[in-house]
């Protein structure tokens, strides 16, 4: 039977493990955002991701959960020109 000591320090040796290997699964265990999006032309569409530079959100600018959501809040603005020029799909 292993000493205290020994025990211990495999303990430490698992938790750190652990902390590790989920520390570096949490990035990809982050939730995809879909954007409805306006770009500098004035065309609406949906993207995938944070939006990048020329691409401003609309509507719910925290993003939707699914990429279903954002193309129903789309299909609502897409004929208000005030907000949509045309849409990019």
Do not use: H, W
């Amino acid at each position: 039977m292993p000493r205290v000591e020994e025990r211990q320090t495999m303990k430490k040796g698992v938790v750190v493990a652990l902390v590790l290997t989920f520390g570096l699964a949490a990035p990809t265990l982050a939730a995809t955002k879909y954007y409805v999006t306006v770009d500098t032309v004035g065309n609406c569409s949906v993207i995938e991701g944070t939006p990048s530079a020329g691409q401003t959100p609309i509507l719910q600018t925290s993003g939707y959960d699914s990429e279903d959501a954002a193309d129903k809040a789309l299909a609502e603005v897409r004929n208000d020109t005030s907000k949509c020029k045309g849409v990019v799909e």
